[in-house]
């Protein structure tokens, strides 16, 4: 798999959970447990991981919904 995006922004990270799930894009939420254990301050970001062979059409989803700022460099896993 590899990282598509890392935040700590909750309403970004449903809004690309979102986008992936209406574009049938499968992905894995990591670090979700934690940054609840450590007391949801929001220190610890969030990553949303994709299919390897699925990254390029996520990339691409996520630049044309607007925020291709928030993707991590190609190549990152």
Known sequence: MDELIR????????????LLKEAGIG????????SVMEGSLGVLPRRV??????IAAARALMTEAGIADELRPAGKR
């Not at 935040?7 to 979102?18: G, Q, R």
């Not at 992905?27 to 934690?34: C, E, F, G, K, R």
């Open 7 to 18: 935040t700590n922004d909750m309403v970004l990270i449903s809004f690309v959970e979102a």
């Open 27 to 34: 992905y894995y939420l990591a670090d979700q447990n934690m």
């Open 49 to 54: 991981l994709v299919p390897s062979n699925e």
